[in-house]
């Protein structure tokens, strides 16, 4: 069964279990057992062994049990009192019941007994019961037994303590001012060390600067208990200022600790992380050491500005200056950045705006150069008569009309339109800042002559589906593509794409075939030039084989073996695509130089372009011609039109490996020059020993003259007549690449390559290749990127 306490103190009657012990007796509010005029804690109530015992608080003062001064734990019995202060707390046990009351000490006579102030009669100043001393004498021999007893029970529970009791061993780093260890049984202090029962214990340790040390030990039933702690610096107290920036924000290790000035900070001693910082200035971290116990420590900082002076101007000035939603001011202009990145607009009516890129340091002055404002641009419409002409304003491709697009306002532009069968108009025009112009040119029509020979002779003709009187003789037709249908009873009809040229006159024969005739495969190849005097040769239908044996010294793992079939002729352009070409078609196209070593003559092959860069000449050189396009431009790709067309392009890989290898020949050949590697004589332009010191590896013994690349056709063509396949630039191919040529049967018939991809065929050495793999006819290259050593040459489709 449990045992009932009952208290009765200035808060009235209140009862708690055992369960709740120990009870704290004090002033403080939440004390178990309230006194008035002390400490918030006096002393702890507890039970051990079946008993009560009363224990005062390290912090105690004054404690009298039984008229007997104490400072450790002592054993509570019923009708004891403890004189604490002003106030008296006695003690009255019975049974399973203890009754605990709080009394003035006025209201207890002096030498009373706990009988002494139960209830009384209502008698005002009743005497004081009274001991006889017959009384007293009868009892003096008991007396005298029991003292005897009690000094044996003593001496038996010493030598019972000195037989359990364990050595306790406590090191206290610094060394305390004051120190204590108390407990039940109370532990007994030899020297520097305790003798103590195994029991919990209280340790309390207290020195000047450290916190106060409590804490509570367990001595186990080992003969040596050894307990080590640290005492800990109490925090130091600390100031943090900042110079003329106040309310900057405090971190110190992390946590915000408020805006200065801050005084009277208690940090923890030991090394932080202090951290400041306020809009528009540098962040200031720093390492503070503080000293902690209470000693006062003051920190003035410094905050530096995060912003740079940055002084502007304009051309001409009063141009508003803003950064997204800020606006600045006006120019000229002295203005605080923030550190870092800004991109600043500068506009100004009738100018157009311009950005300027500044990069602010803090602390620095700025002072970039003055912004030149240009004149606003105006506004072009521009349409021709027939429609379809191709714009260069002054000399930079812009597209075919009719086109709209900006032009420089206060300045004269020479406009230049082109279509095939038109002659060319060069228009001067001169437009106000935002003006909006609308320009229509007509285009005078201009003619080619084609001497036209027809078998039979009594053959009709028909020229884009209209009946022609003459079937031979002299022609004057508008420039452009023209189908021609020649048929005669008894004779197979035959239909051709001619394209008269201004430049140059065009002999046509045009020889029928008897229906019953069997046909002949056309072997010889045959020539005709595009726009621009560019030579192409006629190939093909034919069938090869592509690729490289496994025993080829050299060989790369690309070059897998396939028979191919080529049904459609096809037209291949003699000569790379010169610098001068191409800027025909775009005048700002440089192929900029290598290590000092120019690679921009006009005669010079054009690179560092791209394949996209390539297919859109392939379509401006087919609009000269009045030829449909090949390609199409989707989302800034070209891409193979459709229908397909007879329109110049890129070749294909086969078709472009069939010229270089087996086109004139009987077997296929494996380098550009006859014998086996290296070259012996001046064949090609390939990385040689005059480009020894720009190269890594060259050709050895050999040297072509010319260290990057060289004018096109300066080495002699091959068999088929074609020039620079094996070396000068590598070529672009229509292809996308693929490490083997795309299909499964054991014939490809026209391969295109597959549908999709990232890079595109590159074949063909260069003046950059040396090796006798890259110098092989049949090795495959492939690229996604402009380099400058790719070039590319023209084809198209014969029929």
């Known amino acids: 069964m449990s045992l009932l306490i009952e208290i009765h103190d200035p808060l009235g009657k209140r009862k708690f279990k055992d369960t709740e012990l120990p009870l704290s007796m004090g002033s403080d509010r939440n004390s178990h057992v309230r006194l008035t005029a002390c400490r918030e804690i006096e002393a702890h109530i507890g039970r051990s062994r079946g008993h009560f015992f009363l224990q005062p608080t390290p912090q105690a003062d004054g404690i009298y049990h039984n008229n007997e001064y104490i400072s450790t734990s002592v054993w509570i019995k019923s009708g004891d009192r403890t004189r604490i202060g002003d106030e008296i707390v006695e003690y009255l046990i019975s049974g399973d019941l203890i009754t605990i009351r709080v009394l003035r000490s006025e209201d207890v006579p002096l030498n009373s007994t706990v009988t002494d102030i139960q209830p009384k009669p209502n008698v005002p100043n009743s005497p004081l019961p009274k001991v006889s001393e017959k009384a007293a004498n009868s009892k003096k021999s008991p007396k005298i037994r029991y003292i005897l007893g009690s000094l044996l029970l003593i001496l038996l529970a010493a030598a019972s303590f000195?037989?359990?009791?364990?050595?306790?061993?406590?090191?206290?780093?610094?060394?305390?001012?004051?120190?204590?260890?108390?407990?039940?049984p109370p532990p007994i202090k030899?020297?520097?060390?305790?003798?103590?029962?195994?029991?919990?214990?209280?340790?309390?340790?207290?020195?000047?600067?450290?916190?106060?040390?409590?804490?509570s030990i367990k001595v186990s039933s080992n003969r040596v208990n050894r307990f080590e702690y640290l005492l800990q610096k109490l925090p130091g107290i600390v100031d943090i200022l900042t110079r003329d920036t106040p309310d900057a924000e405090v971190f110190i290790d992390g946590k915000s600790m408020g805006h200065t000035p801050l005084t009277n900070l208690q940090v923890e001693a030991g090394e932080h992380l202090l951290r400041v910082n306020k809009p528009r200035y540098l962040p200031l971290e720093k390492k503070l050491l503080i000293h902690g116990m209470t000693n006062r420590q003051s920190f003035e900082l410094n905050l530096q500005p995060g912003w740079a002076d940055v002084h502007l101007s304009s051309e001409p000035p009063g141009a508003l200056v803003h950064e997204g939603e800020v606006e600045h001011g006006i120019t000229p202009i002295t203005m605080q950045l923030m550190a870092g990145k800004h991109n600043l607009l500068l506009s100004m009516n009738d100018f157009s705006p311009e950005r300027l890129k500044l990069d602010a340091v803090a602390g620095q002055d700025l002072r970039p150069a003055p912004v030149k404002l240009n004149p606003s641009p105006a506004t072009l419409h521009l349409t021709s008569d027939p429609v379809g002409a191709t714009v260069v304003i002054d000399q930079s491709y812009q597209g075919r009309t009719p086109l709209t697009m900006s032009i420089s306002s206060g300045m004269e532009h020479l406009i230049k339109l082109e279509l095939a069968g038109r002659k060319s108009k060069v228009h001067a025009l001169t437009l106000g800042p935002n003006q909006i112009h609308n320009l229509k040119l007509s285009l005078e029509a201009e003619y080619g002559i084609i001497f036209l020979i027809t078998e039979p002779p009594d053959a009709q003709l028909a020229i884009d589906g209209k009946k022609h009187s003459n079937t031979i003789g002299r022609l004057r037709l508008p420039v452009g593509s023209h189908t021609f249908e020649v048929k005669a009873k008894g004779f197979k009809t035959a239909r051709r794409t001619i394209t008269p040229s201004k430049e140059y006159d065009q002999q046509i024969e045009i020889k029928l075939v008897p229906k019953n005739a069997q046909p002949s495969v056309i072997v010889a190849p045959n020539t005709v030039t595009a726009p621009g005097k560019i030579k192409l040769i006629r190939f093909g239908p034919a069938k090869f084989t592509m690729g490289s044996s496994r025993r080829e010294a050299g060989r790369r793992a690309n070059e897998v073996q396939r028979n191919v079939q080529i049904t459609h002729p096809f037209y291949l352009a003699v000569n790379e695509v010169s610098n001068q070409e191409f800027r025909k078609f775009k005048p700002d196209h440089s192929s900029g130089n290598f290590r000092g070593h120019s690679l921009d003559s006009n005669n010079s092959p054009a690179v560092n372009l791209s394949w996209e860069d390539a297919a859109r000449y392939c379509n401006w050189l087919s609009l000269q011609e009045g030829l449909k396009p090949f390609y199409v431009e989707k989302n800034k790709t070209m891409v193979t039109a459709q229908p397909i067309t007879n329109g110049y392009r890129l070749p294909f890989e086969a078709e472009w490996a069939y010229s270089a290898r087996m086109a004139g020949r009987q077997q296929v050949a494996r380098y550009g020059w006859v014998g086996n590697y290296p070259p012996q004589k001046k064949t090609g332009n390939y990385g040689d020993l005059s480009a020894r010191q720009l190269l890594n590896v060259t050709v050895s013994g050999y040297n072509d003259g010319f260290s990057v690349s060289a004018p096109v056709g300066s080495f002699p063509p091959n068999i088929a007549g074609i020039f620079d396949l094996d070396g000068n630039v590598s070529e672009w191919c229509h292809d996308f690449y693929s490490p083997t040529v795309n299909g499964s049967a054991s014939l490809l018939t026209d391969p295109v390559g597959p549908s999709t991809g990232t890079h595109h065929m590159v074949r063909g050495a260069s003046w950059r290749d040396a090796t006798i793999t890259e110098l092989r006819l049949s090795y495959r290259g492939y690229s996604r990127s402009p380099m400058d050593d790719i070039g590319f040459r023209v084809a198209r489709y014969a029929e």
């Open 162 to 184: 000195l037989l359990t009791a364990r050595s306790v061993d406590i090191i206290i780093t610094p060394s305390p001012d004051t120190f204590s260890l108390s407990g039940f």
């Open 190 to 215: 030899i020297r520097e060390r305790y003798l103590a029962l195994p029991f919990s214990y209280t340790l309390t340790a207290h020195l000047d600067g450290y916190s106060t040390l409590e804490e």
